[in-house]
């Protein structure tokens, strides 16, 4: 679907090789657009590929005279995506009529209003994350100028305005309400504190039972663009499906529909991972600067399982099963709007205070937007540590080719008969998915029994380093 490319009006800029088994990208979004004067390096629009989005810089400086590919159009690698007329020969071909060519009339031309209404429309959608960060910091979001997809008005954009100093609300002490119904989301963090609101009668506050450890702080509320239903429209909310949501659904319809899944669960006792846990987290806090979490002890768990069955490290091709040497465990890191799944390379190699750096690292780059192509690539194994939402028991989608996937979910306070007495102790769950053209019951049974036997083998002698 290459398109053809008048070389003369400019230097054509292409979708680069990004990485060996990376063909094609998608135009997410142009940040760039014809007539505007670009140096080399200024991002001209972002690529998604079915990893990760990536920021396209300009490799010269010029003129943007063109864009061939639209926002939402798959361009494959190599394929021109705009011109740009550098300063020393392009000015006189193609400075004059930067829209002149026939070519971006395609997309633009006479919808170019209707792309403006769009914008305009985008720009006053504005998701809860941004309303209520407009709403603590006095921040005019109709002042502001939007950098997300149509114009939108991105978190980013507010934290700038934020930075700045700029887009305040004129009027201090006037206490008017942000624009739409910013108020709605402020209440979200009451709301997981409710045993703690005064009770009608003389009946005195009880505590709930929590899930785990992890719900005693706020998790952050994703991200979500939401477009809230005119007065002519039915009572409906509408969510734009984005490119990366849009991945997200292509790649797990393809695991779901390629791959025979099967699903099992153990359960398994931490009471001594939890007290190892507690003992030595204020003391890594220091030596390290990072908090130790239950994770990095149960990738260590997982690896040393993957050593003795290593069969669950590897991935189906048509006539044979390939296993992998190297252990690399994707993880799944949940973003405002997304998840995204970094690697931690050669894992087999590294110690528990290893993968706790790692983990902290990878987790800061994820959320932060700072992922490269190489931090995704090349993961043979995937755990998925849903418990930090409070989860009990799920049924992953294996991450496609892997052969399995392991969730560790919440760590949960129950009573447990040992010895034929009852007591209290610390459990959690560990559900795996397989994919059954590679694995079956038996040896799938064996692997999560060793990982079972790893974590309960955690004791005050347990070394870090």
């Known amino acids: 679907m290459n398109r053809p490319v008048q070389a003369e009006r400019g230097t054509p800029v292409t979708v680069p090789h990004l990485a060996e088994?990376?063909?094609?990208?998608?135009?997410?979004?142009?940040?760039?657009?014809?007539?505007?004067?670009?140096?080399?390096?200024?991002?001209l629009c972002e690529l998604f590929t079915d990893k990760v989005n990536v920021e396209m810089p300009s490799p010269v400086s010029g003129t943007l005279v063109d864009i061939l590919v639209g926002e939402g159009v798959t361009a494959a690698v190599g394929e021109t995506i705009c011109i740009i007329a550098e300063d020393d020969a392009g000015t006189a071909g193609g400075a004059g009529s930067p829209t002149g060519a026939g070519e971006p009339?395609?997309?633009?031309?006479?919808?170019?209003?209707?792309?403006?209404?769009?914008?305009?429309?985008?720009?006053?959608?504005?998701?809860?994350?941004?309303?209520?960060?407009?709403?603590?910091?006095?921040?005019?979001l109709t002042k502001l100028s939007g950098s997300g997809l149509n114009g939108r008005i991105t978190r980013k954009d507010v934290e700038r305005a934020i930075a700045e100093g700029t887009a305040r609300k004129d009027g201090a002490g006037e206490n008017r309400a942000p624009q739409s119904s910013a108020a709605a989301p402020a209440p979200a963090p009451a709301a997981w504190i409710p045993a703690s609101e005064p009770v009608v009668g003389n009946i005195p506050p009880v505590p709930l039972r929590t899930t785990g450890i992890h719900l005693s702080s706020n998790p952050p509320l994703p991200q979500i663009?939401?477009?809230?239903?005119?007065?002519?429209a039915r009572n409906e909310t509408y969510i734009d499906i984005t490119p990366m949501r849009n991945l997200i659904a292509s790649r797990t319809r393809q695991s779901a529909t390629e791959i025979p899944h099967a699903w099992t669960m153990i359960e398994v006792d931490v009471t001594n991972l939890v007290l190892l846990r507690n003992r030595i987290k204020e003391e890594f806090q220091r030596q390290e600067g990072i908090n130790i979490t239950y994770l990095p002890f149960v990738l260590k768990a997982v690896v040393n399982a993957l050593k003795d069955y290593p069969i669950m490290n590897s991935v189906w091709a048509t006539d044979k099963i390939i296993v992998k040497r190297d252990i690399n465990l994707s993880l799944f890191v949940g973003t405002e709007d997304s998840v995204v799944g970094p690697v931690i390379k050669k894992a087999d190699e590294k110690n528990i205070a290893g993968l706790a750096r790692e983990i902290d690292t990878l987790t800061k780059k994820a959320r932060s937007g700072k992922l490269t192509l190489d931090d995704m690539q090349g993961g043979t194994f995937t755990v998925n540590n849903t418990g930090a939402f409070g989860s009990i028991l799920s049924y992953p989608i294996i991450n496609y080719p892997q052969a399995a996937i392991l969730t560790f979910e919440s760590i949960v306070k129950r009573p447990v008969v040992i010895n034929d007495m009852i007591a209290v102790r610390s459990m959690v769950n560990m559900c795996l998915s397989l994919d059954h053209r590679i694995l079956d019951g038996v040896i799938c049974g064996r692997f999560l029994q060793r990982v079972k036997e790893n974590l309960e083998s955690y004791g005050p002698d347990t070394k870090l380093y």
């Open 105 to 140: 009339a395609e997309a633009g031309g006479g919808a170019a209003s209707d792309s403006a209404k769009a914008d305009a429309s985008m720009r006053a959608r504005y998701s809860p994350a941004v309303q209520r960060l407009a709403a603590e910091h006095r921040i005019d």
């Open 225 to 232: 663009e939401v477009q809230s239903a005119g007065p002519s």
């Open 21 to 43: 088994s990376l063909v094609s990208a998608v135009v997410a979004k142009w940040i760039k657009q014809p007539g505007d004067r670009v140096e080399q390096f200024d991002v």
